[in-house]
């Protein structure tokens, strides 16, 4: 669900790295070493149980664990972040999105009982005034109810402060999990397509249609959203 960041080879995607990623090695990452020359990585949205915030370089440790997790990279439609370089290029893409697009991004998630469980992400969407909504969470956080939690802060946030008309959610058609959980959001689904490639379904859920996350069965009733 969350778009490619920059190709860690393209030079649009270096503007501005104080690291060279070149020279990077995951045991020679140290997060107090990270943090000498790194990003502000402010408070995003505090929910029930989490906290977003920016994604500073201090935080490339969790993304290179998310990024090398294959119960996770096996569902994604973009690339993984598998290499410190690739950890890079979206720190440096998301705190450019922060900046010149207010209110979309990254975010590092977190929880009080479980620390980094994952990344949280609004972004525009090409020739649209939609915005996409994407997660990628750590197995440990699974069936906790972190997804629904954060996906409904985030779809408030698109719709009461950015006023955004549409969200648009993606998955891989094999994913299960996803259709279920956008349906609690309200989602409808809104056909098939491609994303990078790869087949996706796409569901959308506009913004006169936003009553917040729904029971289990009220979700999968009227969302459509199948098993």
């Known amino acids: 669900m969350v778009p490619d ?23 020679e990452l140290r997060p107090e ?4 020359e790194d990003y502000p990585a402010r408070e995003f949205l505090r929910t ?15 993304l290179l664990a998310l990024g090398r ?15 410190p370089a690739d ?16 209110g979309l991004g990254y975010w590092h998630a977190s929880s009080r009982d479980q620390g980094f469980i994952g990344l949280f992400s609004l972004t525009p969407q090409p020739g649209s005034d939609a915005i996409g909504i994407g997660a990628r969470l750590l197995p440990r956080a699974w069936g906790g109810g972190y997804a629904l939690e954060g996906g409904a802060a985030l779809c408030e946030h698109a719709f009461a402060t950015l006023r955004t008309p549409t969200v648009v959610g993606l998955c ?12 609690r959001l309200g989602f409808l689904a809104d056909g098939q397509g491609e994303q ?17 996350a729904r029971g289990r069965r009220e ?4 969302g459509g959203a199948g098993e």
Do not use: C
């Open 69 to 83: 997790e294959e119960r996770i990279t096996r569902w994604l439609l973009d690339g993984p972040l598998r290499t």
């Open 172 to 183: 891989d058609p094999r994913n299960r999990s996803v259709p279920p959980l956008l349906a």
């Open 5 to 27: 960041p920059p190709e860690p080879n393209d030079p649009r995607a270096a503007e501005g790295v104080r690291l060279r990623p070149e020279e990077l090695r995951l045991e």
């Open 48 to 62: 029930r149980r989490m906290l977003l915030r920016e994604f500073g370089y201090r935080h490339m440790i969790d």
């Open 219 to 222: 979700g999968v009733d009227q």
């Open 196 to 212: 990078f490639g790869k087949p996706a379904l796409r569901f959308v859920l506009r913004r006169e249609h936003w009553r917040g």
């Open 33 to 36: 070493e990270l943090r000498r």
């Open 87 to 102: 950890v890079v290029a979206l720190v440096v893409a998301a705190n450019r999105l922060y900046v010149e697009q207010p």
